[in-house]
């Protein structure tokens, strides 16, 4: 089937949900009009939609290779890569001070599910890129940012992050790699790395890896890890890639799914590499990388419930099977008619929707993090899209997964037919809960670092926001106040749940951290389901005034589902939280 990027959802929620409004008082997006911001999105997803998308399968099929330490990519993806780089698809969301466009976070993280959705396997490389010049943006010196930043914005040079090591997976306490100083201040890095996405490709003429290693004098733990930057070829004095720097790629990895992104095993052998920011201060600077790859990962489930929806929809509407139960028809009928595979497409819509939703949310608080005018509203910014940051990571993962097998589902046996394209999509989000984190990390980060450590203030400021939405739902509808009493009794669960792990974590860690992945995804279902109840707020005032009524009508339906068949959820979730530790820990294994 043919993907069609959803830009008019995408549109809707830059608009309404991303705070625009407040971020055109910013004299970094002052100019930026949605007229302009449609165009780019329309134009992006017809390349997405006719270059990356077709190649997406293929892929797939026909992988990328290693042979002698070259990795050749999959057909296509060359040729692909470079149109994307002409076009200058890389730099949306960069600062125009090293040739970015300046759009705002929202307008980039639509197009990461753009590309995603269209090919996850090419958006990887786009992907870590978009985490290195995070990290360089925020702990690269002068001459750093002027020698890398220009080409890795364009794209016309890619990025990578290396921490992993056979020894040390989740665990960075365990990193051996070393990194000795030499006499002109560069340093020799020398260690192996694993699992690391993109570390060798032939579409860009150069590569820049950041990589975790430890200085002789450094102190155990993740306290003596330094961030290095080690180029694929060193830069000459003019800009240009030069001389190979001693970085080999062993092999790479055989996948259960992305299998045209090449996962590789690196070795650096006295590679040449210059310190980013402090020594020992590293894995500080490479979490500001990590937190925007774990937010693009949250991208990621996003594009691939999108994909697989898109997929299912459009099979469910041609396949036809059985009678209707309810006798309408004497024969055999579209799927689509059928209740449980409306069940399953809706579904697959609504957590869908509300993860874009919540993930466009966040974007807003990230630009406003880094550009409110005042300390005070920049640190509010920060706490806020930090706690997001994990929501969109674990839920928006965990949710593609099952997404991704409710298409399956709907496809029936021909959905575990590997030619239908449907198993694709279920092979390549499994990944998407694991890499940048698990599911289980993302959780132990919202309870201990942004839960607990503040007491549980940005949860309860939150809730109070939600209050007003639940207030503002009352004076709508008989629908929205419908959407307003699951949104409210949702929220209840919540406070419950955060009451629960401020009492219980000091004294009894293991029940409260037995509870961090439940606890993350009743947290994020309640903020996917709010977005949604703004959403229809949002459309019920359109309608009013007869704007798009069938788009707006479609919003207020998914608000309305999601509230009765996904939000409520939250009360089984806050029973597990409660009262499951002891099921849990009193167990034998």
């Known amino acids: 089937m043919t993907f069609e990027a959803p830009t008019k959802d995408m549109l809707f929620n830059i608009e309404h949900l991303s705070g625009l409004e407040e971020l055109h008082t910013l004299p970094e997006y002052a100019d930026v009009e949605m007229e302009d911001i449609a165009a780019v999105l329309t134009e992006f997803g017809r390349f997405c939609a006719e270059e990356i998308a077709p190649l997406n399968a293929s892929g797939d099929h026909n992988p990328s290779t290693c042979e002698k330490g070259r990795v050749t990519m999959a057909d296509g993806f060359h040729e692909a890569y470079q149109k ?6 890389q ?17 980039g993280a639509a197009a990461t599910e753009i590309l995603n959705a269209a090919n996850m396997s090419f958006a990887l490389c786009p992907l870590l890129t978009d985490g290195a010049v995070e990290a360089l943006l925020t702990a690269g010196t002068d001459e750093i940012k002027n020698t890398y930043l220009a080409n890795l914005i364009t794209g016309k040079w890619t990025g990578t992050m290396n921490l992993t090591e056979p020894q040390a997976g989740s665990d960075l306490a365990l990193l051996r790699s070393r990194a000795e100083r030499a006499d002109d201040g ?3 890095i020398s260690g192996t790395k694993i699992f690391i996405t993109y570390g060798e490709h032939d579409m860009a003429e150069n590569t820049i890896h950041l990589v975790l290693a430890r200085t002789p004098d450094a102190p155990a733990g993740v306290k003596g890890i330094s961030l ?5 070829y060193l830069v000459n004095p003019d800009g240009t890639p030069g001389t190979r720097n001693d970085i080999t790629c062993q092999s790479i990895e055989h996948k259960l799914g992305i299998k045209a992104s090449p996962t590789t095993v690196l070795e650096f052998s006295n590679a040449k590499g210059f310190l980013i920011g402090e ?5 500080n600077y490479m979490f500001r990388m990590m937190n925007a790859a774990r937010y693009a990962v949250g991208l990621q489930g996003v594009a691939i419930g999108e994909r697989a929806h898109q997929q299912a929809l459009a099979f469910a509407q041609e396949r036809v099977q059985s009678r209707p139960v309810d006798g309408t028809s004497r024969d055999a009928v579209t799927i689509i008619n059928h209740p449980d595979v409306r069940r399953l497409l809706m579904r697959m819509r609504a957590v869908t929707e509300g993860g874009r939703a919540m993930a466009t949310f966040t974007a807003g608080w990230q630009d406003l993090a880094h550009l409110a005018p005042t300390a005070n509203a920049r640190a509010r910014a920060t706490r806020i899209s930090e706690f997001m940051t994990p929501l969109v990571k674990g839920f928006c993962t965990e949710t593609a997964v099952e997404t991704a097998s409710n298409g399956v589902q709907v496809h029936g046996g021909m959905g575990f037919i590997e030619e239908t394209g449907a198993a694709q999509h279920y092979r390549d989000a499994r990944i998407l809960p694991i890499y940048e984190g698990t599911t289980a990390i993302q959780a132990n980060d919202l309870i201990g670092r942004k839960t607990l450590r503040d007491g549980g ?3 309860r400021e939150l809730a109070e926001m939600i209050v007003e939405t639940e207030q503002a739902l009352q004076e709508k509808s008989d629908t929205t106040r419908a959407i307003a009493a699951r949104l409210g009794r949702a929220r209840e669960d919540f406070l419950a749940t955060v009451d629960y792990m401020l ?6 860690p293991n029940a409260a951290f037995g509870a961090g992945v439940p606890y993350l995804m009743l947290t994020g279902s309640l903020c996917a389901g709010w977005q949604l109840a703004r959403s229809a707020l949002i459309a019920t005032d359109a309608l009013e005034t007869g704007e798009d009524t069938e788009f707006m009508q479609r919003k207020i339906e998914t608000a309305n ?10 009360a089984t979730l806050r029973d597990r939280i409660i009262h499951g530790a002891d099921s849990l820990l009193n167990a034998t294994l």
């Open 279 to 283: 020594e020992n201060a590293g894995l």
């Open 91 to 107: 730099s949306l969301p960069h600062p125009t001070e090293f040739g970015g466009q300046g759009l705002p976070r929202s307008v």
């Open 503 to 508: 009492a219980t974590a000091p004294a009894n």
């Open 84 to 89: 994307f780089v002409e076009m200058q698809w």
């Open 186 to 188: 560069s340093y020799h």
């Open 457 to 459: 203030e940005t949860a």
């Open 228 to 232: 290095f930057l080690v180029p694929k």
């Open 561 to 570: 589902f999601y509230a009765h068949h996904v939000l409520n959820e939250t």
